[in-house]
Each structure stands twice: as structure tokens, then as C-alpha cells.
């Protein structure tokens, strides 16, 4: 992999006119992309609060876009690496960053970074707005990363940041994959005008805490992942089923599994908390 473009910065602005932004710089969102940038200033400030920074932060911002939340994080003077993938959007994204030295421009795909040597090694915070379809894998990296963020704040769509802070009886494997790692909250919510363009659906802004430790055992944490994982590939079918395909073991051997973890044979998988899962972890071995 080759190395980011990086660019330094070194500016603020007042709050950004997306639409002017673009029509200055010939540029449209790509809905591909799923740009949509957040310019409301009172949503701005909501984001910023869940992440309950302070002056000696470091933050890494991912989706910059043209840097209405970069210059909102960077006015305290911490060291801001905001990350965007399309190029089109670098210039404009310094021009609104310009009088903040503590910002540092990455261009890149944020998934095929490598973080740690681009937070050098150093604590940091996420704070993003970032499309929907990298969530499960972006907060994947995130969590499982040795030397991760203590704290991740994303702006995500209301549905999926529903999805992540599901319990159990509307478990879903993502939900379960991130208290692994953290506890997870939504903490506010995002009304579709506080963007440009306007989204169809209202967002909210998802909060997570790292644990210090994964809330399962290391060792035992990739049978874990394999056993819910093998529950939620069918989960409409009941557990005895599912992971009998899943697993590909004999429905005695899956019977066996489920009277030794105290896990009823015809739950399913959304119904199951994480201490079910451990268990079956611990008894599948």
C-alpha cells in the first residue's frame, strides 16, 4: 500500500456556506459517496459535546468533506488528522481549515489506512460523519485496533445507530461486535435539514466508550465470533438450526453445545446477550 497524500493545514473559518463552498470550487456532492455535509452550527455543537474533548485531544476526523466539523473541533487548538477520501473535496477543505496549524489533511481511504502509524502511535478520539455502508467495517477497525481510540462519536443514520445499541431481543451482530469492545448510546439526535443536501431519513449521533478491556476473554474471543456469527447468518431460524448449518456440526453436537451453555434451542439469535454468546464460546472451545 502506498503511503496517504498529506497535506498540511493551517486555518479556521467562520461557519461554511456548503452550497457556496462547492459553487466556488465547481464541485456537486457524490451521492455515491454519500456526501452529505453537516452545516447546521447547533448539530455541530452536539457532536462536539458527545465527544467531550479537551485541549490536549488528538482527533481523528474521517469524511472531512469541505471541514464544517474539522473547524469546529480545531477552534480549542488540539491536533485534528481529518481524513477524506475524494480528492475533488482537498482544496475547499483547506481553504476552510486554513488558520488552524493544529490540522493535519490526509487524503486517502480511510479503511486502508494504517491508523496507528498515522495517529503515531499516540491516543486519540474519533469524531465522524461518515455513509452508512462503511459503519460495520470502519467501526470493526476501530474497536479491534490494540492501540484504538478510547472514544468514537459518528453520525451515522437514526436506524443504524438503533442497530448498534440494540439489546438483547433485537441483538444484531454488529450491535453485539461493538459492547465486545465498548458501551455504546446514542446521545442526540440529527434532523435531515441540519445537512446539505438534505438526506431522506433523520441521523443521530452514536457514542462509544472503550472498555479498557474486551468484555470477553482474548482467548476466547475468535470462537465467539464464530459461533454468533454462524447465529446471525439465519436469524430467523431458531438457534439449534442456525448454527447447526453454521457450525457444521451434527444437531446432537449443537444440542449438546446449547444444554451445557443454559441457551434454550429455540431462541434466536437476536434474543441471545452477549454473556449467552460467551458461553457458547467457552463450550464450543
Not at 491536533?79 to 477524506?84: L, N
Not at 475468535?222 to 457444521?248: C, I
Amino acid at each position: 500500500m502506498t503511503g496517504p497524500e498529506v497535506v498540511a493545514g493551517d486555518h479556521p473559518p467562520a461557519f461554511l456556506d456548503a452550497r457556496a463552498v462547492l459553487r466556488r470550487h465547481g464541485l456537486r456532492p457524490d451521492r455515491r459517496l454519500g456526501q452529505n455535509f453537516l452545516i447546521d452550527p447547533g448539530a455541530l455543537e452536539r457532536v462536539v459535546e458527545a465527544a467531550e474533548l479537551d485541549p490536549h485531544d488528538t482527533v481523528l476526523e474521517i469524511g472531512a468533506g469541505i471541514g464544517t466539523l474539522t473547524s469546529r473541533l480545531a477552534r480549542e487548538g488540539r491536533r485534528i488528522v481529518a481524513v477524506e477520501l475524494d480528492r475533488r473535496l482537498i482544496e475547499p477543505l483547506l481553504e476552510g481549515v486554513r488558520r488552524f496549524p493544529g490540522v493535519q489533511v490526509v487524503q486517502a481511504d480511510v479503511l486502508k489506512l494504517d491508523l496507528a502509524a498515522l495517529m503515531q502511535g499516540k491516543p486519540f478520539r474519533v469524531v465522524a460523519n461518515i455513509p452508512y455502508q462503511i459503519t460495520s467495517h470502519l467501526l470493526r477497525r476501530l474497536m479491534e485496533m490494540p492501540d484504538g481510540p478510547d472514544r468514537v462519536v459518528l453520525t451515522l443514520q437514526a436506524e443504524v445507530v438503533d442497530r448498534v445499541t440494540a439489546g438483547a431481543g433485537e441483538m444484531s451482530l454488529l450491535a453485539l461486535s461493538v459492547q465486545v469492545y465498548g458501551r455504546a448510546r446514542r446521545v442526540a439526535h440529527i434532523p435531515a435539514g441540519a445537512f446539505f443536501p438534505a438526506p431522506e431519513v433523520d441521523s443521530a449521533v452514536l457514542r462509544i466508550d472503550r472498555h479498557l478491556r474486551p468484555a470477553v476473554a482474548p482467548e476466547l474471543i475468535p470462537a465467539f465470533f464464530r459461533v454468533a456469527r454462524a447465529g446471525f447468518q439465519q436469524r430467523r431460524k431458531q438457534l439449534h438450526n442456525a448454527l447447526s448449518a453454521g457450525l457444521g456440526l451434527g444437531s446432537g453436537e449443537i444440542a449438546a453445545l446449547l444444554e451445557r451453555a443454559a441457551v434454550r434451542p429455540e431462541a434466536r439469535a437476536q434474543e441471545l446477550a452477549l454473556a449467552d454468546w460467551e458461553r457458547l464460546a467457552r463450550q464450543l472451545g
